[in-house]
């Protein structure tokens, strides 16, 4: 900074004249500064409401994929129960469906016992009432009876 020298009528005109000029080239330098960072600042604040912007839609976006996911979880979920049921409900029919033929199966066979029972005894019955049968057995008394 210069200092102004004191004349007879008051300061340097030159002296003074040059510090205007100094002070005005400062003052230019520092309106110009404000301009550029003002333009910077509103550069930013513009891109500060881009970035603002770009974040909600993108929480947007990930809430949205949230719910979808969370549908189709759901979804899936609920196939897979119905599924689990109908496949319990048929796996119930066939045991049901086992369970009567095994009652048809031991129904069956008790008859098929009491048949074979019958025809042994028819059998036993024919062979008692044979001729030949009749002929054995006197031939064993009369054989006892020599003895």
């Known amino acids: 900074m210069m200092l102004l020298k004191k004349q007879v009528f008051g300061y340097n005109k030159s002296q003074v004249d040059e510090l205007i000029n100094e002070k005005d080239n400062e003052i230019k330098q520092l309106n110009d500064q404000i301009k550029k960072l003002q333009e910077d600042y509103q550069q930013l604040e513009h891109q500060k409401s881009l970035l603002q912007h770009r974040v909600n839609i993108q929480e947007q976006t990930n809430e949205e994929i949230a719910r979808l996911a969370l549908k189709e979880a759901s979804e899936l979920i609920d196939k897979a129960k119905k599924n689990a049921n109908m496949i319990l409900s048929e796996s119930l029919e066939y045991v049901r469906s086992l369970s009567g033929e095994m009652s048809d199966f031991k129904a069956q066979a008790v008859k098929f016992r009491a048949s074979v029972e019958k025809m042994s ?21 009369d054989e006892g009876d020599s003895l």
């Open 121 to 141: 005894k028819d059998i036993l019955e024919s062979i008692d009432q044979s001729e030949v049968y009749n002929l054995i057995n006197e031939d064993k008394y």
